[in-house]
């Protein structure tokens, strides 16, 4: 399941890679079956406020995050020495307003360094129509200015914003249940409100790290997924079966993740 040279010089040369089919649709749903298992039984756990590092709380999602299907792609762009920084629930229900402003994250991730990558795997069908994630393909070379906006659909934390691209630039990630995209730290991507009859529904692990990343500002907690472990890093454990015992990790995770995202915010909401 690693790259070919010819999709690592795609991801090189555009700032991503997709699709790439990592589980039948009919594990992805078995997965999307637990999910929403999880959220009928542990509410206080999963809603639309608390979708960050569910993988420190649910076994399902940690095997997901260490899964070889996910990781040696990553492998051939970042290397042996893996690490997860964290991972969001990108959740739009059917026919709903939520939607992604135009962003880079290495923005507001507080890392130095690029070797690091999101993979997205989709739960759902992940369609124009659904809202799947759009990217300006070449974007990733490029630092830009953002600025917050604090939309309330808007669901990424600040609602940050760089000026729209190019409609003609864009390219559409369409993906099928169990297919999965990267994308660079830089690459300016968003997406548009859900107007299918489904939810939609992604695991973005965002990021894996590869070595030479370092801390720019705050405190990082991550899980070691393969290889030499990075010393800039807290390195905490993934969950057993019991969804409880591993709460404190993911709360304490969240914490310093929210200090990293809402630096200098004007609002900030807990994770
Ligand atoms: O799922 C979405 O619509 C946006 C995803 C995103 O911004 C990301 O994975 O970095």
């Known amino acids: 399941m690693t790259l070919t040279t010819e999709q690592i010089e795609h991801y090189e040369t555009h700032g991503w890679f997709a699709p790439i089919d990592v589980m039948s ?36 999602l940690a095997s997901v995050v260490v899964d070889d299907r996910i990781v040696d792609p990553v492998a051939s762009l970042i290397g042996p020495d893996i690490s997860l920084w964290s991972t969001v629930l990108f959740v ?16 507001y991730m507080g890392l130095g360094g690029e070797n690091f990558v999101t993979a997205w ?9 659904s809202g799947c994630v ?5 974007s990733h070379r490029t630092r830009l200015d ?5 939309g309330v659909s808007n669901i990424l934390t600040r609602g940050q914003r760089v000026e729209s691209p190019d409609p003609d630039d864009v390219v559409h990630l369409e993906l099928e249940p169990g297919q999965m995209s990267l994308h660079h730290p830089w690459l300016v991507h968003g997406s548009q409100p859900n107007r299918s009859r489904n939810r939609r529904i992604g695991l973005a ?4 790290l590869g070595a030479g990343v370092s801390v720019q500002r705050g405190e990082h907690h991550v899980v070691s997924v393969r290889g030499e472990p990075n010393p800039d890093f807290t390195y905490v454990p ?34």
């Open 25 to 60: 649709p009919t594990e992805a749903n078995d997965l999307l079956q637990e999910l929403e298992r999880a959220e009928e039984h542990s509410p206080d756990q999963l809603h639309a406020e608390h979708r960050n590092n569910a993988h420190l709380s649910f076994d399902f």
């Open 92 to 107: 739009k229900e059917p026919d709903s307003d939520a939607w992604v402003s135009w962003h880079q994250d290495g923005h």
């Open 121 to 129: 795997l989709a739960l759902t069908p992940s369609t124009v129509e």
């Open 134 to 138: 759009s990217v300006a393909p070449g």
């Open 146 to 150: 953002h600025v917050d906006t604090y």
């Open 205 to 208: 692990m965002q990021s894996y």
């Open 238 to 271: 993934l969950p057993g079966s019991d969804p409880t015992t591993n709460r404190h990790v993911r709360d304490e995770a969240n914490r310093a993740l929210a200090s990293v995202l809402y630096d200098g915010a004007e609002q900030t909401r807990r994770l």
